[in-house]
């Protein structure tokens, strides 16, 4: 019994040793197991919204984004102590459940803090009760300004509702001179329609037509009719600003936008969420040809996936493969309030056990992010809280083309305040001015490439040429002919287009371009390597504050039809294309201590080994020699001098082999394959010691040792053998 | 009571048999087409129909096995015999099982059946009847092949760029006074002047209309031969001397059969192939060399199974079964209509195959009808050349794209507007590649060196030096030609060129193999639709040298040419070109490629036999392992490992020699050697610990074993080796 006891033990130690070994080295698995054995603190976020009714879509991506946001700390290694779990509240949109929810919220003694809600109207009317309570609140939707103003426990991780009418009224200046306004007061209350009035009259936009949709059931359709058919009648009613909920936004959208009309149409940030883009796909004309009604409506957003930066990538890519969509901008502003909130948990060193303490201690680490130094990096931009506790970001515009929302071809930033006029006209017409501030233009290109070809690959010198059209949509100029190709061997320059046409203000130019390109390639792990051939490219004069290169999905078909995804490579190189990814980053540049950065588009063509049975030709010969080398353990010692030789030989052969394929493969560090000739070397010494051993043991006439020593050696060699295969297979799987 | 239930058993599993069998016949039944073809069997050119027919449900059985279930072919000969046609016609019509007929081969055939089809109700496809009275007023009859409107408007056009008159000669039959008809109407708008018509009912009258011909001294610019096919041979053999005649024929002059009595007789007077054609004009329905990758790729297929060049009736006749197998699949047709019905159902259908957009993409062309039931596209013009068929400088392909700048073209005289269609102008360049020297093979980086002599042959307006070389190592540009020659508006430029290729040296089968060092160009700007490189089948330049000259290569070089061919072919890119909505259909980028191959061998035969003698003399070696045992067992164990060091040593060396990222022959005959030594080795274990346990007979076993194993498996491998070498030969 106490063997059996002893035995169990002996395996259950060896099995934490081996965990935590696997874990010191980074496996998931046993890092996961480890942190289970641990005991941690519980912290509760409570997160309330829509989660059933009409706005539901919404909920869903406020609870996608808050997960994200604690899966990726988790993964990052961090909340090492602690666990937090999300509980979820459902208003249904609905500001007397919100309210009966905030007080139930309050009263939880587990609850350190709240996510949402998501509506002006509910969160207005929970953040009174929050902080009445003292539990700080972030939402990452309610644009009211007057959900956080005044309430040192209420934060935002979505501008306000002044940055959305500025940012409205900088399209609108660039469109037309007058616009219509429908809205409904119980969505943007005041500050919304208030700021586009004014901004509107301060950058000389006339504001023609102002109908408010009010009512309920029956009164609130006929309202609708009404304003519809007034807007009819209208010669021309300027860019129509639309500042509803969903579904009313979707009515109107189906009586006056579909082909023939022409009006320009603006929404608010409702325009860019799940519940209004399934409110329209889900009208048969839409579905039977994707754009029907959407097509060409602007819409502003905090966020949009294509437009964010380089840095949020990495989110977007998790997110697509979790959910198989591109998330919102509610996703993406739940995923910030999240971040900063566990960032706000960590400094203050949050435990959960003293609920009072923990929401004041909370509440002032969030306070504590209140300017770029100290700002948190979230994906929609940088977090930090102005006085008001609301981030201060300007929202982008976005359209829609074929059912898909993307960044419109121009967006603006700002630059300067009016005041500093020297610098406006040092910029000169490119800048248009709204709300005492400087906006500076910058163009959207849509860039795309379809790969024909990849010729000549040489792994060694990291050439390759590449055959490929690409392509550049957009509005207004381009100077296309001034880009530079980091890696081409001679400079690229596009000559004659094989297609240039412009509709509806949309130009698109393609070209082939067949050329040389150069890159450090790595083949550390020969092989069983596979190679990223990357062709890249900036404008030459241009910044990224100008100039942005925007890969056009909607565009490429390889995205879109599996069956176009080869591309050929001649058979002859023994590389196939596994495949092309396309991105883009800035290419940063010093010119005299000043940074310059420049967008740059990649096109990242992951290219294999044809022949997976490539590495036998190096992996067979080599077990060969190791089985040799095995077979001479099994002959007597009588045949010393016959083993010597074949150990002489076996491993003279592996050094030649070796030597000719440093001679093909000059690389700096270990290469893969090269293991296996280390392991060949150790067993030629081992096989040397068992024979020297043996003559020994054979002086000091101890016959059994020679055999126990015999033995030995032939384990070890069949489990060093035994490793090899399982370590290459490995790697050939 | 046994007995009893058995019976019952084997009586109710009996009606369960009767009733599966019946639905499965009912099921069966209801879903059969019975498509019926209708040809002249016994003619070469009634096969090449029904081959292109079968060809196309052989790759329908292949990508839609289901569909291909349901049609049921059934072959008619209607010996191209109106009367016979009639009749087959009628029982078709009295059968009652048929839904769809393919043919007839002639307009008189197609014409007379066509009347009883429409009675019954049945629909037919032709693809060879060229008559317009075949589809005209006739609902249920249509065509894949292009009309005589067609023909007479591309020959009119032909006849328009090269002269201002022409002098009709027909026999008076119903169909040719049909073509006349046509032919009269579109030279007309043309400005074209006709000089004179003349007209014969008998041969005789055919006779006195020659004589005068021949005893004129003012000619026409061309002399319209629109006749029967006999008439034919008659015209001309009977002019053969005269060759300042411009004759142009219609498409019956393409007929297989008249070209091959024209050549039998010129065989028999021993003059040249082609004697009786040259020079001659005429048109064809459809040419494979003008028409795009599909075409390339069915031309391949029909090579593959029937070992002959497809004809165009051939490809007419596969896009026929391929719309009517399309059209089947987009009825839904139900079981409990009447036949009738189902083919009212089906007729409604290839009846909205009527625009591009609506229409199945054929090899042939996009295949949808115009009003008259009836395929809309150009007939390739051409001329005959050395006995075959050159087609035109200048043709014309029809034009589905909307283009606002349609006037000017035409104005221009870049398109022609014909029967409501818009025909765009496609050229044709004959080009061809004289090589006069291979130098610098390298393997290695594989590349090779050529110079070569390289001339087209084209109208003017065309920028001959706008080409690419897409494996050139650097950009070639075509400086001044060395020679140039201009005679009736053909202009032959011939150029110098030596530059250096990339190549796509496969060595898989080193040291065994043979390489084709390969040439290609393509028009930088100018794609498919716009031109196509031919072969030059008027022959050399005499500025190219000695046609017999064979290419020199490096002195002291390893290799020789062993064959040198040139051939056209398409180059396809798929991209969407940046357009959103070709996201699902991309956009299809074509140029016509010209491609010369020159084939290379090596000289010295035993060059293979030096590179892999390691290798047979280490598997000697392990051969005589238990010879050199049966003195010493270390011997034998010094001998296996000899062999194999030595084998390792030979493989290193070859792959130093050719490093290539894939696995070659000679590879897997080490990995085969590598194999029979590890056998070579377990055996000598055991057989050394068999003797120490002192079981010598198995051990004189296993050791008779091995040497009669051993030398078996090396035969298999060196015989399936010398098998494989063979097939690359």
Redesign the interface.
């Known amino acids: 019994m106490k063997k059996k006891l002893l035995i169990l033990g002996l395996i259950a130690g060896c099995n934490l040793v081996w965990i935590a070994m696997l874990s010191s080295s980074g496996n998931q698995f046993a890092r996961s197991f480890l942190k289970q054995l641990q005991k941690k603190d519980r912290i509760v976020v409570a997160l309330a919204g829509p989660m059933t009714g009409g706005g539901f879509l919404n909920g869903r991506d406020m609870e996608r984004g808050a997960r994200m946001a604690i899966q990726d700390a988790l993964d990052a290694g961090r909340l090492s102590n602690l666990q937090i779990r999300l509980s979820i509240f459902d208003d249904q949109n609905e500001v007397r459940t919100a309210m009966k929810i905030a007080s139930e919220i309050s009263l939880n003694r587990e609850v350190v803090a709240v996510l949402g809600h998501y509506k002006n109207p509910t969160t207005m009317a929970a953040s009174r009760i929050y902080k009445k309570n003292g539990i700080p609140m972030i939402t990452g939707s309610a644009t009211e300004k007057k959900a956080t103003d005044k309430n040192p426990w209420a934060f935002g991780t979505v501008p306000d509702d002044v940055d959305q009418a500025v940012s409205i009224i900088t399209h609108v200046k660039a469109m037309k001179r007058h616009i219509t306004v429908i809205y409904e007061k119980d969505v943007y209350d005041n500050s919304l329609m208030a700021s586009i009035e004014a901004n509107a009259a301060e950058a000389g936009v006339e504001v023609r037509y102002k109908w408010e949709l009010k009512g309920v059931g029956e009164n609130a359709d006929a309202r609708l009719e009404q304003i519809i058919s007034d807007l009819r009648a209208i010669h021309d009613p300027g860019v129509i600003i639309i500042a509803t909920q969903s579904r009313e936004a979707a009515a109107i959208i189906r009586r006056i936008n579909h082909p023939g009309t022409d009006y320009t149409i603006i929404g608010t940030d409702t325009f860019a969420t799940a519940p209004f883009y399934k409110a329209m796909t889900s009208l048969p004309q839409e579905r039977a040809k994707p754009g029907y009604y959407v097509n060409g409506i602007y819409s502003t957003t905090p966020f949009i996936a294509e437009w964010a930066g380089p840095e949020t990538n990495l989110f977007v890519d998790n997110y697509r493969e979790m959910y198989d969509e591109s998330p919102s901008w509610v996703a993406a502003c739940y995923y910030d309030a999240m971040k900063v909130l566990i960032e706000a948990i960590e400094l203050k060193h949050i435990n959960g056990r003293q609920f009072r303490e923990d929401r004041v201690h909370i509440r002032a680490a969030l306070s504590r992010f209140s300017s770029p130094e100290e700002a948190v990096n979230g994906v929609a931009g940088q977090i930090f809280f102005n006085k008001e506790g609301r981030v201060k970001r300007q929202f982008a515009m976005g359209y829609y083309?074929?059912q898909r929302f993307r960044p419109a071809f121009t967006q603006y930033q700002v630059i300067a305040d009016e005041k500093e006029s020297v610098f406006k006209k040092a910029i000169g017409s490119n800048v248009t001015v709204v709300a005492g501030k400087v906006f500076s233009q910058k163009k959207l290109v849509?860039t795309?490439m379809?790969i024909?070809g990849v010729?000549?690959l040489n792994?060694i010198s990291g050439e390759f040429i590449v055959?490929f059209?690409i392509?550049?949509?957009f509005v207004g100029d381009f100077d296309e002919k001034e880009l530079i190709f980091e890696n081409s061997e001679a400079p690229i320059r596009l000559k004659?287009p094989?297609?240039d046409?412009t509709r509806d203000g949309i130009t698109?130019?393609?070209y082939?371009v067949?050329a040389k390109f150069k890159q450090a390639l790595r083949y550390d792990e020969f092989p069983f390597e596979k190679h990223h051939l990357i062709i890249r490219f900036h404008h030459k004069l241009q910044t990224d504050r100008k100039l942005v290169f925007i890969p056009?999905y909607?565009?490429?078909?390889a995205y879109?039809?599996p069956e176009?995804r080869q591309i050929s490579l001649?058979?002859?190189?023994?590389?196939k294309v596994n495949n092309v990814t396309q991105t883009r980053d800035r290419f940063m540049r010093q010119i005299s201590s000043i940074n310059l950065a420049y967008s740059r588009y990649n096109a990242d063509i992951s290219v294999e080994?044809?022949?997976g049975?490539?590495a036998?030709?190096i992996l067979?010969?080599l077990f060969?020699?190791a089985?040799?080398l095995f077979?001479?353990h099994?002959?007597?010692l009588d045949?010393a001098?016959?083993r010597l030789?074949?150990i002489a030989?076996?491993v003279?052969?592996a050094g030649?082999?070796h030597y000719?394929l440093r001679?093909?493969h000059p690389s700096s560090t270990i290469i893969q394959v090269e293991f296996n000739f280390f392991a060949i070397y150790a067993l030629g010494i081992l096989s040397v010691l068992v024979i020297g051993v043996g003559i020994l043991c054979r002086r000091m006439d101890t016959p059994r040792w020679i055999n126990g020593f015999n033995l030995i050696g032939q384990g070890i060699h069949g489990l060093v053998i035994a490793c090899l295969l399982v370590m290459n297979i490995i790697k050939l799987w | 009571m046994k007995k009893l239930v058995l019976i019952i058993l084997v009586a109710f599993a009996c009606n369960l048999m009767g009733i599966a069998y019946l639905i499965y016949h009912k099921i069966k039944f209801d879903g059969v087409v019975n498509v019926a073809v209708c040809l002249p069997r016994e003619t070469i050119k009634g096969q090449m129909m029904l081959r292109g027919i079968k060809l196309y449900l052989s790759e329908l059985a292949d990508e839609h096995p289901a569909l291909r279930k349901k049609i049921r072919l059934r072959v008619y000969d209607d010996k191209d015999d109106v009367k016979t046609a009639m009749a087959l016609a009628n029982q078709i019509g009295t059968d009652n099982t048929t839904m769809v007929v393919l043919g007839h081969n002639t307009n008189g055939a197609a014409y007379n059946a066509g009347k009883i089809y429409k009675r019954f109700g049945i629909i037919a496809i032709t693809g060879s009847a060229t008559g317009i009275e075949v589809t005209r007023e006739n609902e249920w009859y249509f065509s894949v092949v292009p009309n005589d409107a067609d023909q007479a408007a591309v020959m009119a056009a032909y006849i328009r760029s090269r002269g201002r008159n022409v002098t009709l000669l027909q026999s008076k039959s119903d169909e040719n006074v049909y073509f006349s008809e046509k032919f009269k109407e579109v030279a007309r708008e043309m400005g074209i002047t006709i000089t004179r018509e003349w007209s014969f009912r008998s041969d005789a009258g055919l006779d006195r209309i020659l004589r005068d011909i021949d005893g004129r001294e003012s000619i026409p610019d061309f002399i319209l031969l629109n006749t029967r096919k006999e008439d034919l041979l008659r015209i001309l053999t009977a002019l053969e001397h005269r060759t300042d005649l411009n004759l142009i024929g219609t498409s019956a002059l393409t007929d297989s059969k008249v070209i091959g009595i024209l050549n039998t007789l010129a065989e028999k007077k021993n003059l040249p192939v082609g004697h009786y054609l040259n020079g001659v004009h005429t048109v064809t329905p459809f040419l494979l060399d003008l028409a795009d990758k599909r075409a390339y790729i069915f031309r391949q297929r029909y090579l593959q199974h029937f070992n002959q060049e497809p004809s165009w009736e051939a490809a007419c006749y596969y896009d026929a079964m391929k719309l009517t197998a399309h059209a089947i699949e987009r009825t839904a047709l139900k079981a409990s209509d009447s036949m009738l019905k189902k083919r009212k159902q089906l007729r409604k259908t290839l009846e909205e195959y009527n625009s591009s957009y609506h229409s199945v993409n054929g090899i042939t062309a996009r295949l949808y009808f115009n009003q008259d039931g009836c395929i809309e596209r150009p007939y390739t013009i051409g001329q005959y050349v050395n006995g075959r068929f050159s087609p035109a400088y200048l043709q014309y392909r029809k034009d589905d794209t909307p283009d606002k700048h349609v006037l000017e073209k035409v104005l221009k005289g870049k398109a022609i507007w014909v029967n409501n269609a818009l025909m765009r102008m496609k050229r044709i360049v004959y080009c061809g590649i004289k090589v006069n020297a291979i130098k610098k093979i390298d393997f290695t980086n594989g590349v090779f060196t050529a110079d070569f002599y390289l001339w087209f042959r084209f109208t003017r307006g065309f920028d001959d030096k706008d080409i690419v070389f897409p494996d050139a190592g650097d950009p070639i540009a075509l400086g001044e030609p060395i020679w140039e020659l201009t005679s009736d508006g053909v202009t032959t430029r011939v150029f110098q060129i030596r530059a250096t290729f990339k190549n796509r040296f496969d060595v898989f089968s080193f040291p065994f193999e043979r390489h084709d060092l390969n040439i290609h160009f393509h028009h930088r700007s100018m794609g498919f639709n716009d031109l196509v490189y031919m072969k030059d089948s008027w022959g050399e330049p005499e500025a190219s040298g000695d046609a017999a000259m064979e290419p020199g290569l490096d002195v002291g070089s390893n290799w020789r040419v062993e064959a040198i061919g040139s051939s056209h072919d398409i180059i396809t890119h798929v991209s969407t070109l940046g357009i959103p909505d070709n996201a699902i259909n991309p956009a299809i980028i074509s140029y016509s490629r010209f491609n010369t191959h020159i084939g290379i061998a090596r000289k010295n035969p035993f060059f293979p036999l030096v590179h892999v003698l390691p290798l047979f003399l280490a598997m000697g070696l392990v051969g005589v392992v238990d010879y050199a045992w049966a003195r010493s067992p270390g011997r034998g164990f010094i001998l296996l490992t000899l062999a194999l060091t030595t084998a390792l040593m030979n493989q290193v060396w070859l792959g130093n020699r050719v490093w290539v990222n894939y696995v070659t022959l000679v590879d897997y005959l080490f990995f085969g050697f590598h194999g029979l030594v590890f056998v070579a080795g377990v055996v000598q274990i055991q057989k050394i610990r068999l003797l120490q346990k002192d079981h010598r007979a198995q051990a004189m076993v296993l050791s008779r074993l091995f040497n009669i194993g051993y030398p078996l498996m090396v035969i298999i491998g060196f015989a399936w080796t010398a098998y494989y070498i063979r097939t690359l030969v």
């Open positions: 083309e074929n849509y795309g379809d024909n010729n000549s792994v055959d059209f392509w550049f949509r004659e094989v297609l046409i698109i130019r393609a082939q067949k056009d909607l565009s490429m078909h879109l039809s176009y001649e058979n002859t190189s023994g590389w080994r044809m022949d049975r490539f036998l030709k067979i010969p060969s020699l089985l040799f077979f001479s099994l002959l007597s045949l001098r016959t030789f074949i030989s076996i003279l052969g030649i082999c000719f001679v093909i």
